[in-house]
Every structure is written in structure tokens, then in C-alpha cells.
């Protein structure tokens, strides 16, 4: 099964990193194909609710997110690890999520031409933030949550840490190991 990785952290070497590299580690320990995206280094423009996709599913705004939305139909399952930035997912994050409106029509149904490789597609979340509450990054587990009811995908584990200097959540045992398992999740047939 072919395992995506989405990168919503523009500090590639964080901690956000760090655990979504666990996680396709363990998509690959499944016997997964595995390949990563980092938002930061591609072109991705914010929605502008032209409803021109709802006709086709095609987005008229042309930048990286064409060739991401053939990445991720093509994936069994998408893995996003993602900071906090000030109490919300980051930009990146928000601007790619808003253009999964591409794959609906103006029903907001799942277009039927994506329909059989959106349905039951697994997803997975990873948010890391600088409070010990981790908690704090709920509004994003929110937000993922509700998206997967609305388009029939299937939310597997959420895992959710905390950490500030870059790098250190690579002594979080128990967190390395949770970010493992959601990628041996995400591969498993």
C-alpha cells in the first residue's frame, strides 16, 4: 500500500519531522511504499471559492496542489504531521486542506469519478505543539476529524505531542513508538 507523508512545518528537521519520518518508517516496516511532501517547498495558493471544481473536480488555480491531488488518490493513506501555530494548524496546512475542496462537487459530495479512491481512505494526524497541554492542538484534531466524516475517509490514530527546541521529541520514546504504529496502521492491508 502506498503511504503519503504531508509536512505542514516549514522547519524540515523538527519535530513535526521527526515524527511523520517515524510514522513512514513504520508504513515501510509494514511493507509499504512510502513518499513525502513538504508543504513548505511547494507553490500552494489558498482556496479562492471560484466553484469552478465542482463541476469537474479540477481546480482552476494552477500551482503544486494538481500534482498533490493526484498523490494523494493515488495513496491508500495520507499521513499529516503538523505543528501549532498560534492555537490553529499552520498556514501551509490550512492552505492545502482548503483546496481538498477540489474533490467535491457543488453538493459537497465526493466527485464520482474520485469516489472509489477516496471512500474508506485512511488517514492519519500527527500535531506537535510547545504547551505540555497537548491538548492544545484539539482545533486541529477538529478540523481532520470533521473532514474525514464529511468525505467518508477513515481517521486512524491521532497522535499528539509536545516539544519545543527542534529535535527533542526524538527522546520521547513513547511518542516515537505511537507515530510508528500509526504508520504500520496506515500500511496495513
Known amino acids: ?105 457543488g453538493e459537497w459530495r465526493v466527485h464520482q469519478a474520485y469516489r472509489p479512491r477516496m471512500q474508506g481512505k485512511r488517514i492519519g494526524l500527527i500535531t506537535v505543539c510547545g504547551d505540555s497541554d497537548v491538548s492544545t492542538a484539539d482545533p486541529i484534531v477538529h478540523s481532520f476529524r470533521n473532514t474525514c466524516h464529511f468525505a467518508g475517509l477513515n481517521l486512524l490514530d491521532v497522535v499528539q505531542a509536545s516539544a519545543s527546541e527542534k529535535g527533542e521529541i526524538a527522546d520521547n520514546e513513547g511518542v516515537m513508538k505511537e507515530a510508528y504504529a500509526l504508520g504500520k496502521k496506515a500500511a496495513a492491508t
Not at 1 to 29: C, F, H, T, Y
Not at 73 to 81: D, Q, T
Request: charge should be neutral; hydrophobic fraction near 45%; include cysteine.
Open 1 to 105: 500500500m502506498k503511504v503519503l507523508g504531508i509536512l505542514g512545518s516549514p522547519r524540515v528537521g523538527g519535530n513535526s519531522d521527526i515524527l511523520l519520518e517515524q510514522a513512514l518508517a513504520g508504513a515501510r516496516g509494514a511493507g509499504g511504499e512510502t513518499e513525502k511532501i513538504v508543504l513548505s517547498k511547494k507553490k500552494i495558493s489558498g482556496c479562492l471559492d471560484c466553484g469552478k471544481c465542482n463541476e469537474h473536480g479540477v481546480c482552476a488555480v494552477k500551482d503544486a496542489m494538481q500534482e498533490i491531488h493526484q498523490k494523494i488518490l493515488e495513496a491508500g493513506a495520507v499521513i499529516h504531521s503538523v505543528p501549532v501555530y498560534f492555537w490553529a494548524m499552520t498556514a501551509q496546512m490550512k492552505a492545502y486542506l482548503d483546496r481538498w475542496c477540489a474533490f467535491f462537487d
